[in-house]
């Protein structure tokens, strides 16, 4: 069965920075497009950063040059380095992946959510 499971979360200040991790498991063929979304209570989940199965990285404007998305194909793991964490960057992140798995001899592609993990910024 595939599953992504994160990591990374935490309290850090404002300025400091954090790591996610976001590990794919199971029968994987390959993984196509990519991304991390957050969400906060009473607002809908936001993307912050995807790479499209094109290989086509984009960030939400609220990120770009702090944020960055990078995948290690080996591991079936992608990550999102966070630099210069604001307070408005709380929020629970979710990693999501199109990903294409083998059962019983045959592909089949899915879409999959980590469980969420919190990042809390201190100001």
């Known amino acids: 069965q595939v599953q992504l499971v994160e990591s990374g979360g935490g309290l850090v200040q404002a300025g400091g920075s954090l790591r996610l991790s976001c590990a794919a498991s199971?029968?994987?063929?390959?993984?196509?497009?990519m991304g991390w979304y957050r969400q906060t209570p009473g607002k809908q989940r936001e993307v912050v950063a995807a790479i499209t199965s094109g290989g086509t990285t984009t960030y939400a404007d609220s990120v770009k040059g702090r944020f960055t998305l990078s995948r290690d194909n080996a591991k079936n793991t992608f990550y999102l380095q966070m630099n210069s964490l604001k307070f408005d960057d709380t929020a629970v992140y979710y990693c999501?992946?199109?990903?294409?798995?083998?059962?019983?001899?045959?592909?089949?592609?899915?879409?999959?959510w980590g469980q969420g993990t919190q990042v809390t910024v201190s100001s």
């Open positions: 199971g029968s994987i063929f390959s993984i196509n497009a």
């Open positions: 999501n992946a199109q990903i294409r798995y083998d059962r019983g001899g045959l592909l089949y592609t899915q879409n999959y």
